[in-house]
């Protein structure tokens, strides 16, 4: 049980990390064309679109990013209390 719980503390920071550089991605909008950028929207982007239904932007900026982070760290910790 202990290796799943870990395998999936590994899967989650991997994507806060993905996350953090689509946001990144997102100062600079030709990138999204890019190699990588393409492949991050491949991997971010199925996980965003639910999110994406709260209407989550404010003034310019959209904080579904900041969301799904967000849940990532709840899962995370939740995650985490059942290996110690």
């Known amino acids: 049980m202990g290796l799943v719980i870990r395998f999936l503390l590994l899967t ?3 994507y806060s990390k993905l996350f953090i550089a689509y946001a990144l991605l997102s100062w600079l909008p030709s990138l999204y064309d890019s190699a990588v950028g393409r492949f991050v929207r491949f991997l971010v982007d199925p996980v965003l679109a639910p ?3 709260f209407n989550l932007q404010f003034g310019g900026l959209d904080f579904t990013v900041f969301l799904a982070l967000l849940l990532i760290e709840l899962a995370s910790s939740f995650l985490s209390s059942f290996l110690y």
Do not use: G, I, K, V
């Open 12 to 14: 989650l920071s991997l």
């Open 51 to 53: 999110l994406r239904r």
